[in-house]
C-alpha cells in the first residue's frame, strides 16, 4: 500500500515536498515512480529511482528542479520540486514496479491515492 502526501497550493517559482509512504517490504530491485496527470491530460511520468539507489530516471522538463530520494528507515520516497512553474499543476501519484523496466504508467504494479499540487502563476 502507498500513502502519498505533500501536495497543496504554491506560488510559481516555490518548493514542494511530496511523500510516499509505502507499507511492506520493499526490495532492492523495486523501482518507486512518480507519476502526474494534469487536467485533460495523460498520466504521464516524472520520475523513478530504484529502491537501491543505483539509477534514476527524470523526463527532461523536471530534470534538475525535481529530485527523488528515498528514507530506507521510514520506507518513504520524496519528490522535491523546485522552482514550480504553473505547467507543473497536477495530481501526483507515486508507484511501484517490482522489476526494472521503462518508466511507462501500464507497467507499475501499485500505485498511491494521488495527491494535487496547485502552481498559481
Known amino acids: 500500500q502507498l500513502q502519498a502526501s505533500g501536495g497543496g497550493l504554491v506560488q510559481a517559482g516555490g518548493s514542494l515536498r511530496l511523500s510516499c509512504a509505502v507499507s511492506?517490504?520493499?526490495?532492492?530491485?523495486?523501482?518507486m515512480g512518480w507519476f502526474r496527470q494534469a487536467p485533460g491530460k495523460e498520466r504521464e511520468v516524472v520520475g523513478a529511482k530504484s529502491w537501491s539507489g543505483v539509477s534514476t530516471y527524470y523526463v527532461s522538463s523536471v530534470k534538475d528542479r525535481f529530485t527523488i530520494s528515498r528514507d530506507n528507515a521510514k520506507n518513504t520516497v520524496y519528490l522535491q520540486m523546485n522552482s514550480l512553474k504553473p505547467e507543473d499543476t497536477a495530481v501526483y501519484y507515486c508507484a511501484v514496479r517490482k522489476t526494472p523496466g521503462r518508466p511507462v504508467a501500464s507497467e507499475y504494479d501499485y500505485w498511491g491515492q494521488g495527491t494535487l499540487v496547485t502552481v498559481s502563476s
Open positions: 511492506g517490504r520493499i526490495l532492492n530491485n523495486y523501482v
